[in-house]
């Protein structure tokens, strides 16, 4: 993989490995500004956070959201990534209900990478009636 100023992948992988040590991961996306930068989207003018990160992980049904959220987030390596990171810790029902309440985790999954998901699928696609179409993380 290329190295690109906009993200760091191997840093990114690496985060994602220390990430998937404490839990299974079923779903692992990526997005905000420099992912867009990354991917050739044009800035509206608005830089809006660096990074958002959706992890989506059967294991995260033993702790509570905000445990998990910190302790998945402390292990972000922001000097490494150039940015902070917004992340976002979901069981798979909670990212179903989640992905159309939660703008952040709709942009990711609008713009942003899928960077890993298991051999279950996590359906991704915005139901119709709510406008949404279908969407593809990657």
Do not use: K
Not at 9 to 15: D, I, K, M, N, S
Not at 64 to 75: D, G, K, M, W
Not at 110 to 125: K, N
Not at 131 to 136: I, L, P, R, V
Request: charged share 25%; net charge negative.
């Amino acid at each position: 993989m290329e190295l690109n100023p906009a993200l760091n992948l191997r840093e990114l992988q690496r985060y994602l490995g220390r990430v998937d040590d404490r839990w299974p991961l079923a779903v692992v996306m990526v997005g905000g500004s420099r992912v867009d930068e990354f991917r050739g989207f044009t800035p509206d003018g608005v830089r809006d956070t660096p990074f958002v990160v959706v992890l989506v992980s059967h294991a995260f049904e033993s702790l509570p959201t905000h445990e998990r959220t910190y302790q998945a987030a402390s292990l972000w390596d922001a000097l490494e990534m150039g940015d902070p990171a917004e992340v976002y810790c979901f069981t798979t029902p909670e990212f179903l209900r989640r992905r159309l309440s939660t703008p952040a985790v709709r942009a990711v999954i609008e713009r942003g990478l899928l960077m890993f998901q298991d051999s279950a699928p996590v359906p991704f696609a915005m139901p119709r009636e709510r406008g949404g179409g279908e969407a593809h993380p990657g």
